[in-house]
């Protein structure tokens, strides 16, 4: 069996998961689409650029993320549904939307989470004063987008960034030195509402592997305050860094998180986070233990 995965090259969490799956598995994938036995769509939105003759020929598993329905396209969906066979969720709450456009096969199986790369540092005073925060400060943090990439100014709404400034809004008039800690792109909506209110924050705009889990290392709190997700991949990042979350239920957050870590955005109380249920949990995922539900996913499809 021979796995052909499509590539995406946009600096994405997807391009780590892409070559992180071919680095462990090298014996079942081919970057030559024509020697493939499935192949796999790990990019959707760039499924156009796979050629119709090797869509036909062989097996396609596509995986899809999420279904936001102000943007869904119907006619792509339906025009590549046409050649899936099986699609791919990271989510059980993203099963019962695409079960409603489709018939085809959906297995749910979250993305695994590399403890090279995530893993938690115990030094964290030590840590705090080689990033320049002060051990005083209560750092919250945020690291995925919060702007629509049109304007830069715009709010993305489904990632809930309304939602995080409100609830950072809370606990600044309850704790005291509360600071903001924001890393990637297109985070000008929340910086915004941060000046505009006078919290402050620290802004690392690109950062390697090795910033981001010392980043998560220094935190007191991290936030997901989403309104529709896939995963997202920073509550097994938070579980397997031991950083206390909190998360809106969406994605896979009451998979990895305790209940008590999970709240509704108009009755968010801040309170102790049980970080070992969700490291637990987490290492369940971790590589390659993490992978082995794909192969199985990849071997039935294949023998079917």
């Known amino acids: 069996m021979k796995i052909f995965l499509n590539k995406i090259n946009e600096n994405w969490v997807v391009d780590r998961f892409r070559s992180e799956w071919i680095k462990n598995n090298s014996s079942q994938v081919t970057e030559k689409i024509k020697e493939s036995d ?72 979250p993305f695994w989470v590399n403890q090279n790369i995530y893993y938690e540092i115990h030094e964290k005073n030590k840590l705090r004063k080689t990033l320049n925060f002060n051990e005083s400060e209560f750092l919250i943090g945020s690291f995925q987008r919060d702007t629509e990439g049109h304007d ?85 990042e938070c579980g397997i860094t031991k950083t206390p979350i909190f998360s809106t239920d969406v994605g896979i957050a009451d998979k990895i998180l305790h209940q008590d870590s999970i709240f509704s955005p108009d009755s968010f109380k801040f309170k102790n986070v049980d970080t070992n249920y969700a490291y637990i949990n987490s290492k369940k995922y971790t590589i390659p233990d993490g992978m082995n539900k794909y192969n199985a996913m990849f071997n039935s499809l294949y023998e079917n």
């Open 152 to 236: 830069l100014e715009s709010p993305k709404l489904i990632k809930g960034p309304d939602i995080f400034v409100d609830i950072v809004k809370k606990i600044n008039n309850e704790i005291k030195d509360v600071k903001v800690v924001l890393a990637g792109k297109r985070r000008q909506y929340i910086i915004n509402h941060l000046e505009e209110n006078k919290i402050p924050y620290e802004y690392f705009e690109m950062v390697d592997y090795d910033m981001l889990n010392k980043l998560y290392n220094v935190l007191d709190l991290y936030l997901v305050t989403s309104r529709l997700e896939g995963g997202p991949q920073a509550i097994l």
């Open 38 to 109: 499935i192949i796999w769509i790990i990019s959707p939105w760039t499924w156009k650029k796979i050629s119709k003759k090797h869509l036909k020929r062989a097996k396609v598993i596509c995986s899809l993320y999420h279904i936001d329905a102000e943007s869904f396209d119907d006619d792509d969906f339906y025009s590549l549904d046409y050649f899936v066979d099986e699609y791919h969720v990271i989510s059980d709450k993203t099963i019962e939307q695409l079960k409603k456009l489709t018939s085809k096969k959906i297995t749910s199986i």
